[in-house]
């Protein structure tokens, strides 16, 4: 069973931004995860970043890979509110 994780918090902002800092387009990262076995199209990835689509754990290990980033820059800025929990 593959597991997926809720962005009750939004980290899709954070991925952007990782994205953009490797110079790198939607399609660039999709075409990446697919050579990792994963199957993604941009339009899920879009999903990804706009906060839209419970990413799957796999999809994060894959970026993880890309950017060159550690899992905690995911979550850099996020801070919990009452208000968020549901």
């Known amino acids: 069973m593959e597991q997926k994780l809720k962005q009750?918090?939004?980290?899709?902002?954070?991925?952007r931004k990782y994205r953009l800092q490797s110079h790198l387009t939607q399609e660039q990262?999709?075409?990446k995860m697919q050579l990792m076995g994963l199957n993604i199209s941009r339009s899920i990835y879009s999903?990804?970043?706009?906060?839209t689509y419970n990413i799957r754990i796999s999809e994060?290990?894959?970026?993880?890979?890309?950017?060159?980033?550690n899992y905690?820059?995911?979550?850099?800025?996020?801070?919990?509110?009452?208000?968020?929990?549901?």
């Open 8 to 15: 009750d918090l939004r980290i899709g902002p954070n991925i």
């Open 47 to 51: 999903q990804i970043e706009g906060g």
């Open 60 to 69: 994060l290990v894959a970026m993880r890979e890309i950017f060159n980033i």
């Open 72 to 86: 905690e820059s995911f979550f850099e800025g996020i801070t919990l509110n009452p208000k968020d929990i549901q």
């Open 29 to 31: 990262v999709t075409a």
